[in-house]
């Protein structure tokens, strides 16, 4: 991984199960465009190919550290 995507790993466990993910779905957190920082946690299979549900992490789901504000 590149540092620009270890810095939004704020722990171990985030890290670690990013890590682990298969493909097509890794990787599931990064940073958008507009810097938001993202989690993929959905992704379903259509007639157009593989459709992805994003959402805005706030805090992480592991250790509780804040990532980023809710309006930047």
């Known amino acids: 991984m590149s540092d620009a995507q270890d810095e939004i790993f704020c722990c171990d466990s985030l890290k ?35 459709g992805y549900l994003d959402q805005a992490i706030l805090h992480c789901p592991f250790c509780g550290t804040k990532l980023q504000a809710a309006k930047p």
Do not use: H, I, K, S
């Open 16 to 50: 670690g199960v990013v890590a682990e993910l298969p493909e097509p779905a890794a990787p599931t957190v990064y940073r958008a465009d507009n810097g938001v920082t993202m989690m993929v946690v959905g992704l379903v299979r259509t007639e157009e190919g593989l």
